[in-house]
Every structure is written in structure tokens, then in C-alpha cells.
């Protein structure tokens, strides 16, 4: 019953949340200061990323994660990526949300040219939690609220669903 409540509770939250643009920023240090907790043989070995290997959540050797790795690695339209580490957040009052990647693409080659993705195993929205579903929900409230046209947030379980998103756009 609790649980209902606080569920609930997060729920008219979210729908109700604004954000508005501070002073804060972050530099590139947020890359390097975070040290991984997997050995670099659990790594993927990148080609775009802005570090060498990407370490991703997920014990599987191909989660979800490494595959939108190497989707983005093969891309022509991706010029560079980043895997966010954890101390990329956004405060939301259901707890801060760390979405997963940072995508820069080739000017000219699709309608955005920067991207933040979260990827999901499902984009069943009943396979995800709903504390997780009321911090992915501010996150896109945040980011079509502060972001300029050229910057989009979406969640995705594949490149291919990013890019058929950002085709609708």
C-alpha cells in the first residue's frame, strides 16, 4: 500500500514539475574522475566514444548498452559519443536520474545534432519501474524545456529506434 502511495505520489509530481536553466555546468573532469569498477576485459574497445573503452551497465557480454555501442561506433551519422558517467544527473523528486548516453552527430546528416539517449531493454513502459518511469519523464521535461531545437532527449532500446525518433521529429 505504501508503495501505491509513493507511486502515486511521483506520478502527479511529474506532471506538474517545470525546471528552469541555472549557472551550474559541467566540465570535462565528470569523465575522468569517476574511476570504473570493471577491469577493462569487461570493456568495450570504441572507435567514437571520447574515451577508448566504454564500460556499460549490465553483467551480460552483450547487454543492451554494448550493443548501442557498437551501433554508434558503425554509424556514419555519428561523429562522436559518450557513455555518461553516474555523476551526470538531473535532480528530480523522485531522486536524481543519470541518463545513459551523450551523441553528437554529423552536421547535415540528421534533423538534431545532439542527442541524449537512455536505453532500455523494453520500451514497454510496464517493463520499467515507475520510480525509473517518473525520472525518465522529468528528464523530458527537462530537456524540452531548457534545450534548443537541435538538442533532444528520448528513451530507445536500439539505434535503429533512435533514428526512426528522430526521423518523427
Not at 505504501?2 to 565528470?30: C, F
Not at 574497445?45 to 550493443?67: P, Q
Not at 555519428?78 to 545513459?100: E, H, M, Q, W
Amino acid at each position: 500500500m505504501i508503495r501505491l502511495i509513493k507511486e502515486q505520489k511521483s506520478t502527479m509530481i511529474v506532471e506538474h514539475i517545470s525546471y528552469n536553466q541555472s549557472e551550474g555546468a559541467y566540465d570535462s573532469t565528470i569523465f575522468t574522475a569517476e574511476k570504473p569498477a570493471q577491469t577493462l576485459d569487461k570493456a568495450y574497445r570504441a572507435k567514437k566514444h571520447i574515451r577508448d573503452y566504454v564500460f556499460t551497465d549490465g553483467s551480460a557480454s552483450e547487454s543492451i548498452e554494448k550493443k548501442f555501442a557498437k551501433e554508434l561506433d558503425v554509424a556514419s551519422e555519428v561523429c562522436v559519443y559518450a557513455k555518461l558517467p553516474r555523476g551526470f544527473s538531473i535532480p528530480t523528486p523522485v531522486g536524481n536520474y543519470s541518463p545513459d548516453w551523450a551523441i553528437a552527430f554529423n552536421q547535415d546528416s540528421v534533423k538534431h545534432i545532439y542527442f541524449i539517449a537512455e536505453t532500455k531493454g523494453s520500451m514497454d513502459s510496464m517493463n520499467i519501474r515507475p520510480i525509473e518511469q517518473a525520472k525518465i519523464a522529468c528528464a523530458k521535461k527537462l530537456f524540452n524545456e531548457i534545450s534548443t531545437s537541435n538538442v533532444k532527449y528520448h528513451d530507445v532500446d536500439s539505434y535503429q529506434t533512435l533514428l526512426n525518433i528522430m526521423s518523427s521529429l
